[in-house]
């Protein structure tokens, strides 16, 4: 089994960064592409970001690309979403998922093993 912690929500002003953290514990997830979802009230859950096993092969949503860049350390068995110049459209529950495969998934299914969440909320 593997367990994911997210970590690095908070309040933030329009135009800030946050740095979301993922540790994984129970298993390395070194062979495991990951990826980050989030949902806002009212909304269905999305792709945010994903990230291949290595690290080396990255997929981001139109809505965040330029902005969002995710990062996989597989020496601390922790992934990262470095978010930049944020917007109150980006207000949401984040979420990072485990999947037991080489490739990057944009499809949620794909995914395994599932964080807790941290809350995202970017004021205007």
């Known amino acids: 089994q593997v367990q994911l912690v997210e970590s690095g929500g908070g309040l933030v002003q329009a135009g800030g960064s946050l740095r979301l953290s993922c540790a994984a514990s129970?298993?390395?997830?070194?062979?495991?592409?990951v990826g980050w979802f989030r949902q806002a009230p009212g909304k269905e859950r999305e792709l945010v970001a994903a990230?291949?096993?290595?690290?080396?092969?990255?997929y981001y949503a139109d809505s965040v690309k330029g902005r969002f860049s995710t990062s996989k350390d597989n020496a601390k068995n922790t992934m990262y979403l470095q978010m930049n110049s944020l917007k109150p459209e980006d207000t949401a529950v984040y979420y990072c998922?485990?999947?037991?495969?080489?490739?990057?998934?944009?499809?949620?299914?794909?995914?395994?093993?599932w964080g807790q969440g941290t809350q995202v909320t970017v004021s205007s």
């Open positions: 129970g298993r390395t997830l070194r062979n495991y592409a």
């Open positions: 998922a485990a999947n037991p495969s080489y490739r990057l998934s944009i499809e949620s299914g794909s995914y395994d093993y």
């Open positions: 990230i291949n096993w290595s690290g080396g092969v990255t």
